[in-house]
Structures are given as structure tokens and as C-alpha cells.
């Protein structure tokens, strides 16, 4: 018997259950009261037949597609923000649904990004994720509301809808507490230029961390640059340059601190011997291949995909209500890193 030959009451034969059983179980029927021995022989005797439930009836009965869309601001062609796609692609198919992708650039208009979301809504998606290459706030198109719709890495201008962002603050604390815990006592700031929530919350929680060790934050270096290798590069030889140098340095992201790597070899001081330094973003192919490599912090490009379509996902089945949650912007935290580029300074 072919594939396509494939019923439902062929599956409810070989696992020995009723039609309804089957349905339920292969519609992830909620309220139906069947084992988990019962579900796995149901499961086991779908695959067996090569049987998938019909896409096209289930659309039919629960006014559903089974598409998502996701709206792209740059990060489909950003390797280490691309997680986020990889994220939401495997939330939605453990969920049974599929992604589809248009991506755009965070230089486009207002109305071609409203062409974008429109061209998602036209293949009828259930829901769509909006997510930008790195956390910033963003003016929606209007027609993002005409379905459920969450907010990867980037909270709305002038409008509530749910969010999910990494957690700025939280992140620089721990890479300044890395510092404070290896013995460091002067500290500076390699911080970036754009005027973006990463830029003020990183310098915010640098500052908090160093009041609370009781050392005066005000007075502790920070040098702002664009924040590429060369923006690094230009604001640590400033800060080295001081009489009375820091030991410890923290930069904005993993590039700015490759710039740093240089810097100091310019000026003859071994890392992490004479100058410890920490970096934001674990861009792997930078930290784990500096030398020595690099201590940084994680962003949760994949832990924001995955919890925005799992959540979305609830939404478009009605197990929660996205309006309630859009009040607050849900923040996931950014893990340290820890590799070799910091120990002791030197007495």
C-alpha cells in the first residue's frame, strides 16, 4: 500500500485504537484522556505507515495554516544572531507548524517592512515574529497586528506587543563581577556609540557593579567607539594610555575587544598577565579563536527564537493571551563565558 493510500483507520488498526483515539492523539487533542503507552503506539504506528495528518482538513477545522512568518531585520545574514531562526524553526516544528522568512534591512522604510509583513498575512500565516539582528526599539508596521505577533530582541516605539530581550544589565554585571572576583580593582569600559538600549544598560550595569564593590564608578575610565575592531582598537589605546591604567578591561561586544587584543600588544602588555578583559555577545568565531581566548558573555539569540514561537504558538491556540504579557518585555538572561583572558593582576 502506497503512502498516499495511507488512512486513519489504517493507523487506529495497527496500533489496535479507535479512529477518534488516533485523531486526538495526532491533533495533540488537549482534553482527551488517553495513556502515554497509548499516544507512543498511536505515534509508533503513524510513522510506521508514513502517515501525516492532513494539512489541508486540519486548516478547514481549526481555521489554522500551520504557518508562522518571521520578519528578518538583517539576521538571516548575521551568523551568530541567525540562532534566532534556528531557535524559532525548531520550536515551531516540534510544535507541528513551519517558519516562513522575508528578510529585510533595519535601513528599510516603514512602508516597504509593511509590504514584507503584508506578503506573510497574504500566505495566510497564523502568527508572526518580528526580530531585528541586535536589541534595539523599533517603529511596527501597523498590519503586525492584524495576527499574534511577538517581538524578537527589540521592544516596540509608541506601542505595546510582546517582547522577549536579552537581559543588558545582568549580562555586564557578570562580566564585571568576573573581573572584581580575579582580584581587579581599577576597570574600564570599552562602550559603543549608537544610541541603542545594549549601549546604556551595559554602561549601567558596569557602574552598579562597581558601586556595590565600593569602588567609585564615576571615576572608573570609559571610552565610546564604534563598536567594530577598530572602534576597540581606537578606545583601549586611550584608556592604556593613562597614567594610572586600568587591569581589567570590559568591552561593548567580542570585536571591540579584538581591537583591545591589539592594542595591547602594540603597547607590550600580555593578556591576560598585564591586562584581563572581558567581551559581550560570544561571537565564536572571534572569542573562541582569539589568544588566549576570550571570556565573554553569552547572548540568548536561540533561547529568544525558541521562547518567542513557543509562546506566539500559544497564542494562535489560544492557551494565552499576548496582551497581558506585552505590559513588560520578557528579559532572558546572558550567561558567562569563561575562557582564558582573565586572571590576577599583578601586585
Not at 503512502?3 to 488537549?30: C, E, P, R, Y
Not at 517581538?151 to 537581559?167: E, H, K, Q, R
Not at 567607539?225 to 594610555?241: H, K, T
Request: hydrophobic share 40%.
Amino acid at each position: 500500500m502506497s503512502n498516499k493510500n495511507i488512512g486513519i483507520k489504517d493507523v487506529a488498526v495497527a496500533a489496535g485504537v479507535s479512529v477518534t483515539t488516533v485523531s486526538h492523539v495526532l491533533n495533540d487533542v488537549s482534553y482527551a484522556r488517553i495513556s502515554p503507552v497509548t499516544r507512543d503506539k498511536v505515534r509508533s504506528a503513524a510513522e510506521e505507515l508514513g502517515y501525516g495528518p492532513n494539512r489541508l482538513a486540519q486548516a478547514l477545522r481549526t481555521q489554522r495554516t500551520g504557518m508562522l512568518g518571521l520578519v528578518s531585520e538583517d539576521i538571516a545574514t548575521t551568523p551568530h544572531a541567525g540562532r534566532i531562526i534556528l531557535g524559532a524553526d525548531e520550536a515551531a516544528k516540534a510544535r507541528g507548524y513551519n517558519l516562513m522568512i522575508i528578510n529585510t534591512s533595519g535601513s528599510a522604510s516603514l512602508a516597504s517592512r509593511q509590504a514584507d509583513v503584508e506578503a506573510l498575512l497574504e500566505h495566510q500565516v497564523d502568527g508572526i515574529l518580528y526580530a531585528t539582528m541586535y536589541h534595539r526599539n523599533v517603529e511596527l508596521p501597523a498590519n503586525l497586528g492584524s495576527v499574534p505577533s511577538v517581538l524578537v530582541d527589540s521592544v516596540a516605539t509608541g506601542g505595546n506587543i510582546t517582547a522577549v530581550i536579552p537581559d543588558e544589565i545582568g549580562g555586564a554585571r557578570s562580566a564585571v563581577r568576573a573581573l572584581l572576583e580575579a582580584g581587579h580593582t581599577r576597570i574600564g569600559f570599552i562602550n559603543n556609540t549608537d544610541d541603542v538600549p545594549a549601549t546604556r544598560h551595559r554602561l549601567r550595569g558596569f557602574r552598579t557593579t562597581l558601586t556595590e564593590a565600593g569602588l567609585d564608578s564615576e571615576a572608573a575610565p570609559v571610552e565610546s567607539e564604534v563598536s567594530e575592531v577598530q572602534g576597540g582598537y581606537e578606545a583601549a589605546r586611550r584608556i592604556l594610555a593613562r597614567k594610572n591604567r586600568p587591569t581589567g578591561l570590559f568591552c561593548y561586544n567580542d570585536r571591540m575587544a579584538m581591537g583591545a587584543y591589539r592594542a595591547a600588544a602594540e603597547l607590550g602588555l600580555s593578556i591576560p598577565a598585564d591586562l584581563s578583559v572581558v567581551g559581550f555577545d560570544d561571537q565564536e568565531l572571534i572569542a573562541a579563536n582569539l589568544h588566549p581566548g576570550l571570556t565573554t558573555v553569552a547572548l540568548p539569540h536561540y533561547e529568544m527564537g525558541a521562547w518567542a514561537t513557543e509562546h506566539l504558538i500559544d497564542a494562535v491556540e489560544g492557551k494565552t493571551d499576548l496582551t497581558l504579557m506585552a505590559l513588560h518585555p520578557t528579559i532572558l538572561s546572558c550567561p558567562l563565558v569563561r575562557r582564558d583572558s582573565i586572571t590576577a593582576p599583578r601586585q
